[in-house]
């Protein structure tokens, strides 16, 4: 999926300007997708120019124009046009994990400590995203719909279950740890 399709999916809920569709991405779909100013705005000038979206500048009183993209019938073909096609295989960026795959390197209080922050960060996630499931309305929205919880339910469902591997199997790199001595500069 490209960031294109994902700021016509954006643009489906409702018109917004390319900072509005960024804290989007940032928020709402920040677990499960990146895309930053340097992706969506060339996005946007692709899209407009090809008849996708349509662009309004509205005047701002000490500030430069605020472009509204609004999504065009055009683009909502383009965006089921997408949506239609087998996604690419799922791939996971995590840098803890390249951590964990050179932790013999950690002592074992650097080790734990990093095991602990990543527990708590999964648990903080699936907290915020769990109170957002059945009754928040997000990415600015007009109403909450079967994909938003079904997308919020997985984002919970992933943290917790990367937050439950993690407590139950950290002996498998925290004994190594221990038996080795590495308990220099905790």
């Not at 050179?102 to 602990?116: K, M, P, T, V, Y």
Request: glycine content about 10%; aromatic content about 6%; proline content about 3%.
């Amino acid at each position: 999926m490209d960031v294109r399709t994902l700021c016509l999916g954006v643009l489906s809920l409702g018109e917004r300007s390319g900072y509005e569709i960024r804290k989007t991405v940032e928020g709402a779909l920040g677990h499960f997708f990146d895309a930053g100013f340097g992706s969506i705005y060339p996005a946007l000038n692709r899209m407009a120019k090809d008849g996708d979206v349509t662009v309004t500048a509205i005047g701002q009183e000490k500030r430069p124009d605020k472009k509204v993209y609004r999504i065009t019938q055009k683009g909502r073909l383009a965006l089921a046009e997408a949506l239609i096609q087998v996604p690419a295989k799922d791939r996971l960026r995590s840098e803890f994990l390249v951590v964990m795959l050179f932790s013999e390197i950690l002592s074992a209080g650097q080790l734990g400590a990093r095991l602990d922050e990543n527990i708590r960060l999964h648990r903080q996630i699936a907290k915020g995203l769990e109170a957002c499931k059945n009754d928040c309305v997000p990415w600015g929205a007009q109403r909450l719909t079967p994909g938003m919880r079904f997308v919020t339910g997985y984002g919970v469902a992933m943290h917790k279950a990367a937050a439950d591997y993690i407590e139950e199997n950290r002996h498998l790199l925290e004994a190594p740890a221990v038996l080795a001595g590495r308990n220099a500069a905790d």
